[in-house]
């Protein structure tokens, strides 16, 4: 066949062509580059109804999660103008899809603010996501409220920040493990910022505390080949497995850790990015009796969550977990109404000077905003895998903690930022 | 030695997977030289055929033997669609096939998760194949990894006893050799090229059945195993089963020695590298084809 007289090297530059321009896709350009509009964006509160911007990832890869964190955050809005709204005003939800993308993130921020007049904004998932919205809502001067646990270090006047920051989350983890013997910890993460910023402070908290990391490594994301990791985690003589793995690649890495003969109890593993819905869709079968650490359960007792996880399968399907993320989505609502009845006015300096101290009944549990930092006292809990996919609490803090960022409160920690 | 054995095993199961990916684009690409990047959506198909039928068969097991021959058809079919209706009209200009199945291969994405939604979709395999074998030693073998292994010696055996016995297999290879002579010599080229192409692409579809073993299923798995596919013919030598087979071991044992060694992103680095150098050293791969092509 004549056809065949490419060479190699020009069948190989193709290719890499090809995967070039899709990762440059990916990375994007830089959006926004609007500069000159530095006034603060006026929220439209003149009529009965006011705007609210949902923005998450409804396509891609993060839809996943993301999907069910925008739902929470439509029960929310409409539990809340069902009771007469905010301020006398009904709340009209505006969803943008950020899809997965970190610019078109920006993009959509922009178009919430600017063209939507949104009151508030609530969302993002990744930290990408976010580092790449927090210079918007900044320039316009627009709240955002972000649901999800983080790795801390950093601050943002316009942010809210509800989920966890380290201390709430993977600080108690240790904690945990290390007064259950297991002082030994292999780590294995995700290669991006979240899990090397935290394996950074697990790596300062293991040396002050007496802790041992016998080894580290990070597999790109989306990675599903973890037969050699696995095999350096059996060999290392570790106690236990601190994962910080997201998305897809806990399905490789739980069915390698599975095969390879480990289990959770000869070496049992403490991820902090698997919920409930993740739980359900790698099998409970790799999971059971492994350990996870969040704020938040759908077997958390108390009556706040009953009404929200009945809420919840009421609005979508008596099948569907609730989750950390989702909860916290849910109560960002509900902590921003509280803020903007406080300062009677949905406008952003008023709000803000009204956030410190608003308390929610959340099903996790009270709440509190810290002004300060503008995060929130949350509870942290360890919980563990069951046979029927949920996850019930071994442990939990007492109490909610107070927010620390940047850990100032750790001598330990005193090196990082 | 315990590591070495057991790393040994890993490397084997990573050149396994590789093989059984690559084992089809031999054929397409190696002796038809159509670069098919939609190959990799083909070993979805096989995927997602695994996870439709375990919905309908509860056994996970049965499924799974289900899946084999469905999966080889259903990734099969769409190869030969794909022939009939795109390739054939560009076996001259095989650097188009490269523009054309590339987007192809993200037309089948998004039906993908049109069909199956974005989010990713899990098969539950056999208890059989969950557990491990000890044979002692702190030495363990994952079943699922030695299902797969299996799985890539038997297509082998199975692709080389086709191309050497069959007459459909002497047809490809003469088609190969030298397509005018054989067209002229009475064999009908068009329908051997789609048989082939045929073949190719169910073999995808097998590799899918296979990897459901090992990870999740979505609409963007085929892309992480595509380039590695064509590192594995380009170096085994275009057009050889034996050169593929050699190279996907070779890479896979290296890969996981300097994955224990240093870390997944350096071995990886130092894998491509080494690439880069053989191919300079030996740019006609490991093995290569004499043909009697005038070209």
Known sequence: MSGLSISRRGLLAGISAVGASAALSACGAKTGSDTSSDSAAKADTSGSTVKVGLLNSLSGTMAISEVTVHNALLLAIKEINAAGGVLGKKLKAVSQDGASDWPTFAEKAEALIKDDKVAATFGCWTSASRKAVKPVFERYKSPLFYPVQYEGLEQSPYIFYIGATTNQQIVPALDYLKKQGLTKLYLVGSDYVFPRTANKIIKAYAKAKGMTVVGEDYAPLGSTEFGTIVNKVKDSGADAVFNTLNGDSNVAFFKEYKSSGLTAKSMPVLSVSIAEEEVKSIGTQYLEGQLTAWNYYETTPGAANEKFVAAYQAEYGKDKPTSDPMEAAYISVYLWKAMVEKAGSFDVTKVKAASDGITFDAPEGKVTVDGATQHVHKTARIGKVGADGLITEVWNSGGPIKPDPYLKGYDWASGLS | ?295
């Open chain 2, 1 to 295: 030695m315990t590591v070495i054995l057991n790393q040994s095993f890993t490397g084997i199961s990573i050149g396994a997977v590789l093989l059984l990916i690559a084992l089809g684009l031999t054929l397409t690409f190696g002796q038809m030289g159509v670069i098919n990047m939609a190959h990799g959506e083909f070993i979805m198909a096989g995927a997602y055929t695994t996870y439709v039928l375990q919905k309908s068969i509860s056994s996970a097991g049965v499924s799974l033997l289900v899946a084999l021959p469905v999966a080889f058809v259903v990734a099969g079919a769409m190869g030969a669609l794909l022939e009939w209706l795109l390739i054939r009209r560009l076996y001259t200009r095989p650097l188009d096939t490269l523009l054309v199945t590339w987007g192809v291969s993200l037309m089948l994405q998004q039906l993908a998760r049109d069909i199956f939604g974005a989010p990713n979709v899990q098969t539950h395999a056999p208890d059989l194949l969950t557990g491990n074998i000890s044979p002692g030693g702190g030495i363990t073998l994952a079943n699922s990894r030695l299902f797969i292994l299996g799985l890539a010696l038997l297509c082998v055996l199975a692709l080389t006893l086709i191309l050497r016995l069959t007459p459909l297999g002497r047809r490809i290879r003469a088609v190969v050799q030298n397509r005018d002579l054989a067209e002229v010599s009475g064999i009908a080229t068009g329908q051997v090229d789609r048989m082939t192409f045929f073949i190719g692409s169910g073999l995808a579809g097998v590799a899918g059945v296979g990897l459901t073993l090992v990870g999740p299923i979505g609409p963007t798995m085929g892309t992480n195993y595509i380039v590695d596919a064509f590192l594995v013919v380009v170096v085994g030598g275009i057009g050889q089963l034996k050169g593929s087979v050699i190279t996907a071991f070779a890479l896979g044992v290296l890969q996981s020695v300097l994955e224990y060694s240093t870390t997944v992103s350096v071995a990886k680095v130092i894998v491509l590298v080494a690439i880069v150098a053989f191919l300079q050293w030996r740019p006609q791969g490991l093995y290569t084809l004499r043909t009697r092509s005038l070209a």
